[in-house]
């Protein structure tokens, strides 16, 4: 067993500063099936038969399910339900209509479902059978009769008689034509009402006590392309009269949860809501570019902008405060945040249209805080010009977004200590990368600063929130789901531990017995080059002055080495030929710790140096724009490491030249706040991260004298600092102890929270 080190944290008096109250909240966003297949509780998929294939290559309004037909099932428009559900199917008996749902549909021992459709059958009622069938039995059955003429809504209630696993069944019997649609089945809750959300996910997120809710993004904010854009009044009305829309993650929105359900999530789970609206251009990612509402359209879109504030907050008496009410909701929602825009380009349209919204919502809204953006990156080109347009603006609160790996989190725990005065931060999506207790930790110690500067930060979100396995477009995510199970990350452990225990005065602390983790560069490396989905010949290659052999790499991905170097004083020269495939190649140079040349990153579009650590690279220089490799074109490229200093010339162009970063890591970050308990004494909420494989013990000195203190520690600790993987659960749980309330054990790559009170 590894011996510990002593440490000392100490606690200083309060600095009059508040802790951010909103600080810790969640970003949800119809990504990885985190809503329709997840948070959604419609166990029917495609009940509507809108999928298709702008949703995702080869689907179509039958996709999820299968007739077993004797006579026909036809896709069918005419007379739809609404035109915004303008697919149905005719259903000629006899006829079995089966649908898989996601991976099938879990059912328990005495479960009720609602199920509901709209049917249209001739001049006699029609008797339909239902059942939700698992490969051999009926897990739950009922009759449903249409009523004749006309589409009418037909529900019941099926009720488990077994659990298991199945698919909804519903049968035509012969010599009946039924017309079908917005088929639903969703459990019921104990009202026998159906559920809205899935309950074990919704607990999941209650557990994380959320002081906001940002939605709908994220990308599917501002959408790929104008028709893509989230527009949030076609999201209000009944289900079957939603706009529904493909998603930009390759499948489709029913949009079942809208901005009703929205902010019926933030009621049940105490969270104020952070609605985030397009700003008025879409996803720059769209092929062609950004493209912005039209110029006479705006006045319209900021309006339903300010519509959206009214639904939200208005009196009943206002339009669309009545509306609100007309839903069941007569009391505001509390609306305080709004974002406009996600990581969008910062063009001259953007300006534009992000100015008159926010004007706007000035003039009628001055109590709502508008969030600007800044890009994708913690830095760069639109971080930098977001920022510049939300200071010369006087915006409230800028968005900023870094998914980087764990060692950039430990190099920048104090990162807000040194901005400027002026709007305050948003941290919108943010994550180390992976699922491992490395990564976890390393958002830890981050947190730990987020906290530290309550003047500067006052909100921030992990992203993404959910997935669901067999389903996911991105990971790491903070929890992963199937059918039937909750399967919450080492991240999502830490995150709750954040929200559960909240000081309110932040104090200063002195941590003493440990210093940062130094940050070097490699002793030794090697040149590897490698062209996934090309093949490409380098030639004339000069490695420190040594002519080489000329190498190919190929399309499937497979590194070549080309000799060993020093990462930090190295030249390499080379000519690369494309002969085919569509992307460009990679230079990679360095050992643990390495730097990649991407010369045609981002689909042959740009050049990019990516820097990995930890076995993970994060975006270290660019992406910059390029032409791309043409084949057959020869591409000159230079690379010079000096140090720190990294130079890359393609064709006789400096494109990339900086310095890389060697700041050191915080790997023990500690940060306290106190609060008044409910018997009106001080309490203290110690957090420590260790993130190192030596164990720490901490005295702990507080800033006042408390005779014998008690504490309550939280400890997530126990698992080797790669443990983890996406798709599963956290190798370890935190565990709740009662301890003495003067030092703190921090296990090996651990985090610990501590609530200190005064024994009685
Ligand atoms: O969180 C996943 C995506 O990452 C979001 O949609 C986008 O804002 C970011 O690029």
Redesign the pocket.
């Known amino acids: 067993m590894t011996a510990s080190e002593r440490i000392t944290i100490d606690v200083g008096a309060h600095e009059g500063v508040e802790v951010a109250p909103d600080l810790w909240g969640l970003f949800i966003?119809d990504?990885n099936d985190a809503l329709d297949g997840g948070l959604n509780a419609e166990c029917v998929r495609n009940g509507d038969f809108e999928f298709n294939a702008d949703d995702h290559d080869g689907w179509d309004a039958l996709t999820a399910w299968s007739a077993y037909v004797v006579h026909r099932a036809e896709v069918r428009t005419d007379a739809p339900i609404h035109a915004n559900n303008a697919h149905y199917l005719r259903l000629t008996g006899p006829v079995t209509l089966v649908n898989d749902g996601w991976d099938g549909i879990g059912t328990t021992t005495g479960q009720a479902f609602r199920l509901s459709f709209f049917a249209r059958t001739g001049a006699e009622p029609a008797s339909l059978s239902a059942a939700i069938r698992s490969r051999d039995n009926d897990l739950a059955r009922a009759e449903v009769t249409v009523p004749p003429g006309g589409w009418h809504r037909c529900e019941t209630t099926l009720t488990a008689v077994a659990g298991g696993r199945g698919r909804l069944r519903i049968d035509i019997p012969a010599g009946l034509v039924v017309d079908l649609d917005h088929v639903s089945l969703r459990p019921a809750g104990p009202d026998g009402e159906p559920l809205t959300f899935r309950p074990d996910l919704l607990q999941a997120l209650k557990d994380l006590r959320p002081s906001f809710i940002r939605f709908p993004?994220?990308?599917?904010a501002h959408g790929l392309g104008l028709d893509n854009m989230y527009h949030w009044k076609t999201t209000v009305g009944p289900r079957h009269e939603r706009v529904q829309l493909p998603n930009l993650w390759g499948y489709h929105q029913s949009r079942q949860i809208g901005y009703l359900e929205y902010f019926e999530l933030c009621q049940a789970t105490g969270a104020t809501p952070l609605p985030v609206v397009a700003a008025g251009v879409c996803c720059q990612n769209y092929p062609g570019g950004a493209q912005s509402i039209d110029d006479d359209a705006m006045d319209a879109y900021t309006q339903d902008v300010l519509d959206l504030i009214e639904f939200a907050n208005g009196p009943a008496d206002t339009p669309w405060g009545a509306r609100r009410a007309a839903l069941g909701h007569p009391e505001p929602f509390n609306l305080r945040y709004l974002g406009v825009g996600?990581?969008d380009e910062i063009t001259d349209d953007f300006r534009d249209r992000y100015a008159r919204i926010e004007d706007a919502v000035r003039e009628r809204h001055p109590e709502i805080c508008v969030i600007g953006t800044s890009g994708?990156q913690f830095f760069g080109r639109d971080f930098e010009a977001g920022w510049a347009f939300a200071r010369e603006r006087g915006t409230a609160m800028v968005d900023e977004?870094g998914y980087r790996n764990p060692r950039w989190f430990h190099q920048n725990v104090d990162r807000y200590g040194a901005y400027e005065p002026g709007p305050q931060v948003y941290v919108g999506?943010y994550a180390a990368r992976s699922n491992t207790i490395r990564s976890a930790l390393a958002e830890a110690a981050y947190m730990i600063g987020l906290e530290r500067y309550p003047g500067v930060v006052r909100l921030a979100s992990y992203?993404?929130l959910l997935a669901r396995v067999g389903h996911a477009q991105?990971v790491p995510d903070l929890i992963y789901f199937t059918a039937t199970e909750v399967l919450p990350s080492a991240s999502y452990h830490v995150q709750r531990m954040f929200s559960q225990e909240r000081g309110t005065r932040l104090h200063p602390v002195t941590l003493s017995g440990v210093e940062p983790e130094p940050v070097t560069l490699p002793e030794t490396g090697s040149l590897r080059l490698t062209s996934p989905g090309a093949s490409v010949d380098y030639t004339d290659v000069v490695l420190d002055g040594l002519v080489r052999q000329p190498v190919t790499t190929g399309s499937s991905g497979e590194p070549v080495e080309v000799g060993g170097i020093d990462p930090a004083a190295a030249t390499l020269e080379l000519t690369a030929t494309k002969r085919a495939g569509g992307e460009g190649f990679v230079v990679e140079l360095g050992g643990d710790s390495y730097l990649q040349v991407h010369v045609g990153a981002w689909e042959n579009k740009s050049t990019l140096v990516m820097r990995g650590d930890d076995d993970i690279t994060n975006d270290d220089h660019g992406p910059l724009r390029w032409q791309g490799m043409q084949t057959g074109i020869p591409v000159r490229v230079k690379v010079r490491l000096d140090g720190a200093r990294v130079r890359v010339r393609i064709d006789d162009e400096l494109r990339h030249d900086y310095e890389q970063d060697l700041r050191p890591e915080h790997r023990v970050v500690v940060g306290a706040a106190s609060r008044t308990a409910a018997d009106g004494t001080t309490e203290y909420v110690i957090r420590a991260v260790n993130a190192h494989p030596i164990a720490r013990v901490a005295s702990i000195r507080l800033p006042e004298p408390f005779g014998t203190a008690v504490a309550t520690v939280t400890t997530l600790a126990g698992a080797r600092p790669d443990d983890g993987l996406p798709f599963t659960s956290s190798p370890v749980t935190p565990v709740a102890a009662t301890a003495a309330g003067d030092t703190l054990n921090l296990p090996p790559w651990s985090f610990v929270t501590a609530v200190i009170r005064r024994v009685p």
């Open positions: 966003e990504l993004g994220g990308c599917v996600n990581e994708p977004h999506e992203a993404p991105w």
